[in-house]
């Protein structure tokens, strides 16, 4: 015969124990686990998107530094050109510096000339200056002479036919004045035979 046991009372607190007590353990699962899942979730993710940015960021840096290849070599081409422009400048720069001392000496040697004539010149103006004075001195002497009275010399008359006398043509012809015409000094009738003015012909 069976026999009967009494039910023992429902005990509403241990109950809600329990049931409280389950929850708590599904919130530390929760608390734990979760976080562990998400971490590894978000690490495999993280790895492949740093497998997919690291393949990104290798093409990336390969067309930066193929850009910057290419900028090198422009930049190659131009330090070139800018080295040949230096070049010819410094070409041009050397011919200028040569033809400004050419020039140079040129002016150099025509300032001497310059200056060779300015003393030629002032010896000129010099010389002439010492002329004009004598000029001056040469003209005040001639006006002075010409205001000096000069003594007349007083006039000789010829000699007369009678201060010279040839006793016959024999001393004219001595004295060297043969023939005697009838205006010359020592002529006399005498001396004339034919009288045609003409004596000791």
């Known amino acids: 015969m069976t026999q009967w046991a009494p039910t023992p009372p429902f005990d509403h607190q241990q109950e809600d124990q329990s049931s409280s007590a389950a929850p708590r353990k599904r919130s530390k699962w929760l608390s734990i686990g979760v976080p562990v899942i998400c971490s590894l979730l978000a690490f495999g993710l993280g790895s492949a998107a740093g497998g997919s940015g690291s393949a990104a960021e290798r093409s990336s840096l390969a067309s930066a530094e193929q850009e910057l290849k290419s900028e090198?070599?422009?930049?190659?081409?131009?330090?070139?050109?800018?080295?040949?422009?230096?070049?010819?400048?410094?070409?041009?720069?050397?011919?200028?510096?040569?033809?400004?001392?050419?020039r140079l000496e040129l002016t150099a040697s025509l300032e001497a000339e310059v200056q060779e004539h300015?003393?030629?010149?002032?010896?000129l103006t010099s010389n002439n200056e010492a002329l004009a004075a004598q000029v001056a001195e040469l003209?005040?002497?001639t006006q002075a002479v010409q205001f000096v009275d000069t003594p007349v010399a007083e006039e000789v008359p010829p000699p007369t036919a009678?201060?010279?006398?040839?006793?016959?043509?024999?001393a004219v012809r001595a004295a060297g004045a043969s023939p005697l015409f009838a205006s010359s000094p020592g002529y006399a009738s005498h001396l004339d035979r034919d009288g045609d003015g003409v004596a000791c012909e």
Not at 77 to 98: C, F, G, H, K
Not at 162 to 170: D, F, K, L, P, V
């Open 118 to 123: 300015a003393t030629q010149v002032s010896e």
């Open 72 to 102: 090198l070599v422009s930049a190659n081409l131009e330090i070139e050109d800018a080295e040949s422009v230096v070049a010819e400048a410094e070409q041009e720069a050397t011919e200028a510096r040569d033809e400004l001392d050419q």
């Open 162 to 170: 009678a201060a010279t006398y040839y006793e016959n043509c024999s």
């Open 139 to 141: 003209e005040a002497a």
